[in-house]
């Protein structure tokens, strides 16, 4: 009796992605999982399990607090290429974010599924956009320590895709939004070829990281109005459960504002920034 093969399944897909440890192969797999997704069945009400050993991650980088990261000069070669290899570092943290959110939760419609594995497949583009820039350099994803301050929050909200909806795209991911500017005016004036290729990609990222941020902002408010919740008070509320980090100014309100945040929000983002 020939074997019978289940039809694959969207979740299933972005669990296996988030597992492998490999970069390469997890860039190959978020870009296959979102080609095939208009055509894959969600099971979106059942509740899987996760295995142990979850996110898939290489041996290298080592893997510190941000504490114990070293400061390095980007006017150097080399500090240039660790400050890359950082932005480097979040990117595939990004991959993993945006790949657990489209498995873990149940009971969420079909278009938020879709939603975070278009979101892996753009952070899957910038990781190797950047690694391609590095090894342009001389250098590899690896060669230089990275934090761990992205999946922290990934494990804290893993219980409540509200939580994790707040406080990773809409925290978290959205200091990207913020910080870019500034570091773009740095690699400005450091001048070199290779910092200015960096430039290039970082507007790339930010541009593709203002429509992440308004994913997450989307379905926060989607679930705040399901739970008949306010959006401000209960976001105040998350951060301080959740220990979300203090928001650091300058504000890029222009992208915030792109990226869905009201003025409200920004006016009381703004006053404790």
Not at 248 to 267: I, S, T, V, Y
Request: charged content about 20%; some cysteine.
């Amino acid at each position: 009796m020939p074997e019978t093969r289940l039809p694959a399944e969207l979740r299933q897909l972005a669990l296996q992605a988030l597992m492998e440890a490999d970069p390469q192969q997890k860039v190959l797999l978020a870009y296959e999982l979102r080609d095939k997704s208009a055509s894959i069945f969600i099971t979106s009400d059942a509740a899987l399990q996760a295995p142990a050993g979850l996110p898939g991650c290489p041996a290298r980088p080592e893997l510190r607090t941000h504490l114990d990261m070293p400061r390095r000069s980007p006017f150097t070669q080399e500090g240039l290429a660790a400050l890359l290899h950082a932005v480097t570092h979040i990117e595939f943290n990004a991959i993993n974010l945006a790949l657990d959110a489209a498995w873990r939760f149940s009971g969420m419609p079909p278009a938020y599924y879709l939603d975070w594995v278009k979101v892996a497949a753009e952070e899957a583009q910038h990781f190797s956009l950047l690694q391609a820039q590095l090894q342009g350099m001389g250098y590899g994803y690896g060669d230089f320590p990275g934090h761990t301050g992205l999946w922290d929050m990934t494990q804290k909200t893993e219980g409540d895709v509200l939580a994790r909806m707040a406080l990773v795209p809409r925290t978290l991911e959205a200091r990207g939004l913020d910080a870019t500017p500034p570091m773009q005016a740095k690699l400005r004036k450091v001048g070199t070829p290779d910092a200015l290729r960096a430039v290039a990609i970082l507007d790339i990222i930010l541009r593709d990281e203002i429509g992440h941020v308004a994913i997450g902002n989307h379905w926060y408010r989607v679930l705040c109005a399901q739970r008949g919740l306010e959006p401000l008070a209960t976001y105040a509320r998350l951060a301080l459960q959740y220990g979300a980090p203090r928001l650091k100014g300058p504000l890029n309100l222009a992208a915030r504002r792109d990226a869905g945040f009201d003025d409200a929000e920004l006016a009381l983002l703004s006053a404790s920034a």
